[in-house]
């Protein structure tokens, strides 16, 4: 089992920047691939970035290439989403979610979830 907690969300003008935060209560913790999803009202849940320890990085969702940086601190078990030059249509509930070893950019291939924050991007 595997709890996942973020942080970091909020309202911020378009342009500004905010940093997510996941920490995952493993004692596995590289075992795991996390990934970022976001949901915008009337949306499906769409991926937007996942690290994984081993073989090729995990390329970036296209709307956030360039903008979006995912890392992380493993001694401290926590996976960040640092946003740049925030735009309206970033505004989502942000979720991140977990699986054991192999990277997907697909949602229900991650059995363990986040409670999910909200980031409000305003113009």
């Known amino acids: 089992q595997v709890q996942l907690v973020e942080s970091g969300g909020g309202l911020v003008q378009a342009g500004g920047s905010l940093k997510l935060s996941c920490t995952a209560s493993?004692?596995?913790?590289?075992?795991?691939?996390i990934g970022w999803f976001r949901q915008a009202p009337g949306k499906e849940r769409e991926f937007v970035a996942a690290?994984?320890?081993?073989?090729?990085?995990?390329p970036y969702a296209d709307s956030v290439k360039g903008r979006f940086t995912i890392f992380a601190d493993n001694a401290k078990n926590t996976v960040y989403l640092q946003m740049n030059n925030l735009e309206p249509q970033d505004t989502a509930v942000y979720f991140c979610a977990a699986r054991l070893f192999l990277p997907s950019t697909v949602a229900n291939e991650y059995g363990y979830w986040g409670q999910g924050i909200q980031v409000t991007v305003s113009s």
């Open positions: 690290i994984n320890w081993t073989g090729p990085r995990t």
């Open positions: 493993t004692r596995t913790f590289s075992n795991y691939v």
